[in-house]
């Protein structure tokens, strides 16, 4: 696990060290953020991209001992990677266990993105969780994407395995250079950064997870219709349109995560795709529901 100085995952970083901008609007508000974007694997704005700014800067209004527990998000519209985002945080509300905050991301004076999250005190509890799956294969076992798609020569093979922040390792085989072998709506799926992260802000690995996740959490519907993602953007457009998320547990985005995924049905152009994530020790950290526009043939 390697990257070279000043390649995808520190561009990354640097993109979600927001600034905060001061006078910002006709009223000169107050808690108002700006970032700049990385490229991806699109010529646009990665989705994944404005949710974490979004989160980390709803966050930067928190008091410290408060870690966001959920999110909830809608994607409005395609961002441009030709000029940065403000992020407008709504204080709603501070009370002695939880803090809820909204925020829209603005571009060109226009909202790309709606997001609103709650914030809590670490407070102890009642615990229990599904467990993770038997017999997964530890993910050095599993052929990860950087390895798999090293050397072929397509952009898309190139920005997985070169320009990707994250490093992923598909149990049973990815969806990259085509469908799977036998078609069902499940997969599992271990990711970690692409190298050690130096920061131990619980705050930035919780936006980390958030910003990883938007990579496959459409995946299982592609899986279960036998497609891959060589037919994403031509006889599949495919989009993210909203994104909830629940943070159960602390947890390094440096560190490998499984993601334990299905999609319980499609329709409308529409396809919802869920997960659990769990550490290495089968914990769960986070559970993700996302539905997004995925335009399969009848």
């Known amino acids: 696990m390697s990257d070279a100085p000043d390649g995808p995952l520190d561009r990354l970083l640097a993109a979600l060290d927001l600034h905060e901008i001061e006078g ?8 108002v953020w700006r970032g700049d974007s990385v490229p991806g694997p699109a010529r646009r704005v990665y989705g ?24 909830h998000a809608y994607f409005l519209r395609e961002g441009s990677l030709d000029s940065p985002i403000d992020f407008a945080v709504e204080r709603l509300r501070d009370g002695r266990s939880f803090s809820a905050r909204r925020t829209h991301a603005i571009q060109a004076g226009r909202p790309i993105l709606s997001l609103t999250a709650s ?7 009642y615990e229990t969780h599904v467990p993770m799956p038997d017999g997964v294969p530890a993910p050095e076992e599993v ?16 920005y997985w395995a070169d320009g990707s922040a ?23 799926v271990w990711m970690r950064a692409r190298h050690a992260i130096e920061s131990d802000d619980l705050l930035l690995h919780r936006a980390l997870l958030a910003y ?50 299905e999609s319980p049905g499609a329709q409308g152009g529409r396809g919802l795709g869920l997960a659990r994530v769990y550490d290495r020790e089968g914990a769960l950290v986070a559970t993700i529901a996302q539905e997004g526009m995925v335009r399969l043939p009848a």
């Open 24 to 31: 910002w609007g006709p009223r000169g508000e107050d808690d």
């Open 48 to 71: 994944g991209q404005v949710l974490a700014q979004a989160l980390l800067a709803c966050g930067r209004t928190v008091e410290d001992d408060r870690l966001p527990h959920s999110l």
């Open 119 to 125: 914030f809590q005190v670490d407070q102890p509890g």
């Open 143 to 158: 052929t990860s994407a950087f390895e798999a798609l090293r050397g072929i020569d397509h952009p898309a093979a190139r």
């Open 166 to 188: 994250f490093e992923l390792a598909h149990v049973g085989g990815s969806l990259y250079v085509g469908p799977a072998d036998e078609p069902r709506p499940q997969q599992m």
């Open 212 to 261: 990883s996740c938007d990579q496959v959490m459409l995946e299982p519907i592609l899986r279960g219709a036998g497609k891959s993602w060589l037919d994403v953007g031509g006889a599949v457009p495919m989009a993210s349109l909203d994104h909830a998320m629940w943070f159960h547990r602390d947890a390094r985005a440096d560190e490998w995560l499984l993601y334990v995924q």
